[in-house]
């Protein structure tokens, strides 16, 4: 059973970091796509990155781009979400998701597995 846990998130002030994780478990990813998404009140979930396992190429939404970026830790079946210069219009919970294969969908209803979320706040 895959298991995605997401750590990390919190309450920062506008121009503040954060880094998010993703543990990773349950099966090899070697073969997965691994993404973040984020769901704001009263919007709908939205792409922000992700990440092929097997080569780490990386994809992100126009809207994080030079902003957020996107990591793995093979040895600890972990991803990372770096966020800096972070505004409030960033505050949302975040999610992390996985799909096997090598197609990166940014669209939510194309991943299988997801973690449970972790509330980023970002105050002005």
């Known amino acids: 059973q895959v298991q995605l846990v997401e750590s990390g998130g919190g309450l920062v002030q506008a121009g503040g970091s954060l880094r998010l994780s993703c543990a990773a478990s349950g099966r090899t990813f070697s073969n997965y796509v691994m993404a973040w998404f984020r769901q704001a009140p009263g919007k709908e979930r939205e792409f922000v990155a992700a990440i092929t396992w097997s080569t780490g190429s990386t994809y992100y939404a126009d809207s994080v781009k030079g902003q957020f970026t996107i990591s793995r830790d093979n040895a600890k079946n972990t991803v990372y979400l770096q966020m800096d210069s972070l505004k409030p219009e960033d505050t949302a919970v975040y999610y992390c998701?996985?799909?096997?294969?090598?197609?990166?969908?940014?669209?939510?209803?194309?991943?299988?597995?997801w973690g449970q979320g972790t509330q980023v706040t970002v105050s002005s």
């Open positions: 998701a996985a799909n096997s294969g090598s197609l990166v969908w940014r669209i939510p209803k194309q991943y299988v597995y």
